[in-house]
């Protein structure tokens, strides 16, 4: 009888043990909810999403080339799954197109747009939903470039393979398509009032021009369409007739308090002679201002010679950051950040960075500033046996670049941190996105074809092995950015 008293009493003793394990388990699982709890007011009255993620990142990624997807990483925690089930993964739904790139963010207005180089659809993105809604518009596939102003009025696409400058006009629901061979490069301010084109091997710069109704095509237009009640008329930029400026223009920078417009001229990178920024009047160039007469007065004010390159810039204050390359004596071109002091336009420092054509310039955290680029393995760089990657850490507090990942070609022992698609074992292939993830000391980028993530602090790469997605990484966006300036 003690036995059995004691078998039982042993018996309620597990039973009670198992249960407080349990209600522990339960509340620790609660407890754990609360990695994905948000405040009872987020962010700018922001919708909490479907995945709880509050700190997603964006990536358009391609299977092959015949499928795709936008998927959702969780970049607080560098993971592509919820916590609690390592086998869900996050996507937009509705969205299946082959080739999603370039990504346009805008989370100030919690939505995006995603261009797709295989069908020319422009896809809308409600991040609140973290689904489609709808196609913005059709463009032409594999488009050069594609614009879309904050206001979202207008999208615009060059493609040079049918030579041909598009307007989506939203304000009346039209499209047209004005005749410019080899155009490929679009540009357009905040405001949507100026809209710059450029030319593929060719000294001309291209604005747009928006007619009044019923009026007649403006004299020199390349085009005007439609032709029998005209609309939109494109035509050339008059340059300097003492000094011209414009040498082989790719894209422009407009400032902010909207007087000044700095057309980059890429020089000898593109073919041409020399690299530059070209200062011009912006309401000269407004699209309802347009000529009666020519020959036109030229909106040119000023030029500055950039021997670096110039193929990208971004302003901070009074500095404008400009990246490109330059032609050393051997043939081959070589990678450099130059600063500008716009208040006085004077050329302040130069910086060697990484080689190749420079398409991204983003500030992140810890006073840093990181630059991108393509090709950057047959530059002066790989020559030289130095670390030839494509992605730049540039410290502004010391002027001090440093190329990620860390890597010498000339040690055998030294590789790149994560495998890459190039099977390199010290280059990780293009730099195609980047996003900074901001407050969280990170930058995201599609590297390679793949995802890299790195410390802002020192330039370390995070462990990518719970980041990496199923195909070929080829854009990034921090959905969730205080501001639109994160990507």
Not at 133 to 144: E, R, V, Y
Not at 335 to 345: A, P, R
Not at 360 to 382: P, V, Y
Request: aromatic share 10%; glycine share 8%; hydrophobic share 35%.
């Amino acid at each position: 009888m003690k036995n059995r008293s004691f078998l039982s009493q042993s018996f309620c003793a597990q039973l009670f043990c198992g249960l407080l394990l349990a209600v522990v388990a339960l509340g620790l699982a609660s407890c754990g909810t609360r990695y994905y709890k948000f405040p009872q007011y987020t962010f700018a009255n922001r919708p909490v999403p479907p995945s709880k993620l509050d700190t997603r990142v964006l990536v358009g990624l391609t299977i092959n080339g015949s499928q795709g997807s936008l998927e959702i990483l969780d970049a607080k925690r560098d993971i592509r799954s919820s916590i609690f089930n390592a086998n869900t993964t996050f996507s937009i739904s509705g969205y299946s197109s082959a080739y999603p790139t370039p990504i346009f963010n805008f989370p100030e207005q919690v939505l995006g747009f995603v261009y797709s180089r295989t069908d020319g659809g422009l896809m809308k993105i409600d991040y609140g939903k973290e689904a489609t809604s709808g196609a913005a518009t059709a463009f032409p596939s594999n488009a050069d470039s594609v614009a879309v102003p904050l206001n979202f009025n207008h999208y615009y696409a060059a493609s040079s393979a049918l030579g041909v400058l598009i307007v989506v006009d939203n304000t009346t629901g039209r499209t047209f398509a004005l005749n410019l061979p080899n155009v490929y490069r679009v540009a357009v301010n905040q405001g949507d009032t100026v809209v710059l084109a450029m030319v593929r091997n060719s000294n001309t710069l291209y604005r747009l021009i928006k007619l009044n109704s019923n009026q007649a095509p403006i004299p020199g237009a390349v085009d005007c369409q439609p032709q029998a009640v005209p609309v939109y008329c494109v035509a050339p930029v008059p340059d300097s007739a003492t000094s011209p400026s414009f040498d082989r223009p790719v894209g422009a920078y407009f400032s902010l308090d909207g007087t000044t417009a700095y057309v980059l001229n890429c020089g000898q990178e593109c073919g041409g002679k020399a690299s530059s920024l070209t200062l011009m009047q912006q309401g000269a160039l407004r699209v309802d201002n347009f000529p009666t007469s020519t020959p036109y007065p030229t909106p040119v004010t000023g030029s500055v010679a950039v021997p670096g390159g110039v193929t990208t810039v971004l302003a901070n204050g009074t500095t404008l950051y400009i990246a490109g390359q330059q032609l050393q004596p051997d043939g081959l071109f070589t990678g450099f950040l130059s600063t500008m002091d716009l208040t006085s336009n004077k050329i302040t420092g130069k910086y060697p960075i990484s080689d190749g054509y420079h398409t991204k310039l983003l500030f992140g955290d810890d006073n840093t500033l990181w630059i991108g680029s393509q090709g950057c393995a047959t530059g002066e760089r790989a020559k030289l046996k130095q670390n030839y990657n494509c992605l730049t850490r540039f410290d502004l507090g010391t002027n001090t670049p440093m190329i990620v990942p860390a890597v010498d070609p000339t040690n055998s022992s030294s590789q790149v941190p994560y495998p890459n698609a190039n099977e390199n074992q010290y280059y990780y292939g293009d730099l195609t996105g980047l996003c900074w993830v901001q407050n969280q000391h990170k930058m995201y980028t599609a590297y390679g074809g793949q995802i890299h993530a790195f410390n802002t602090a020192d330039g370390s790469e995070i462990n990518n092995s719970l980041i990496t997605v199923q195909g070929t990484a080829l854009d990034v966006a921090f959905m969730d950015a205080v501001t639109n300036d994160a990507n």
